[in-house]
């Protein structure tokens, strides 16, 4: 399985930290992506980078992709209350077809 | 809104009912999908069809019957459910496989 991983599987930060979560996978990747989920929301596509990028940036969002370690990590910068949600990394594996293959996610709070 | 509005948002039904969740995306996709996400479990891929063809069937229990009439419509038909299929369900959609996708908000399914 190529399943991603995310680590912590909860975090808690102060409004106008940074949070960092980290996502690892076992096989090669055609591209990872990083999806946020609100409470008895659908999933939101955040950000998309591929196997031959390192880092990517979007707004206050910064995710880099590690290949020889497998591992990927999401960046929110200045974080707001708003950004309380669930974290999901997704893998484009390069022998899955159509299949993205998601991590558990992590829950984010930032308090006010 | 993105795009894809799924109905009902909530559905309650008997393991001897029959009901269907209804799909609808307004993207000009290629591609839908049906997830099941259950508590503290991954998000688990159901169905795939691109262009109106079913691509992948990840071994769901043959009591879920997807339909896929046009591109725009995905239908998932529930017959004989067991309590252990109470999650949320979700459909998608992107433009080709393997792009990101937009996802909806869901049907919170409970089997009594």
């Known amino acids: 399985s190529q399943q991603g991983e995310e680590d912590p599987q909860a975090l808690s930060i102060q409004e106008g930290e940074n949070a960092t979560m980290n996502c690892s996978y076992k096989?090669?990747?055609?591209?990872l992506q990083w999806y946020r989920q609100n409470s008895g929301r659908g999933l939101v596509h955040l950000i998309l980078?591929?196997?031959?990028?390192r880092e990517k940036h979007s707004g206050r969002l910064r995710v880099t992709l590690d290949t020889s370690k497998k591992s990927s990590s999401l960046l929110i910068t200045a974080s707001r209350a708003a950004d309380t949600a669930s974290y999901f990394c997704?893998?484009?594996?390069?022998?899955?077809?159509?299949?993205?293959?998601f991590g558990e996610g992590t829950q984010l709070t930032v308090n006010p | 809104e993105t795009g894809v509005t799924q109905t009902p948002r909530h559905l309650v039904m008997g393991m001897t009912n029959k009901k269907s969740l209804k799909c609808e995306q307004h993207?000009?996709?290629?591609?839908m999908y049906w997830y099941k996400q259950s508590a503290k479990k991954p998000l688990e891929l159901m169905f795939v069809?691109?262009?109106?063809?079913?691509?992948e069937n990840n071994s769901v229990p043959s009591r879920f019957s997807p339909e896929c009439p046009n591109s725009s419509h995905l239908f998932l038909h529930l017959h004989t459910l067991q309590p252990e299929d109470s999650a949320l369900y979700l459909c998608?959609?992107?433009?080709?496989?393997?792009?990101?996708?937009?996802f909806g908000d869901g049907t919170r399914l409970s089997i009594l």
């Open positions: 998608a959609s992107s433009q080709e496989r393997n792009q990101p996708q937009h």
């Open positions: 096989t090669s990747i055609n591209n």
């Open positions: 980078i591929r196997s031959n990028e």
């Open positions: 997704a893998t484009d594996g390069e022998t899955s077809g159509s299949r993205l293959t």
């Open positions: 993207l000009g996709h290629n591609a």
């Open positions: 069809y691109n262009f109106k063809e079913q691509t």
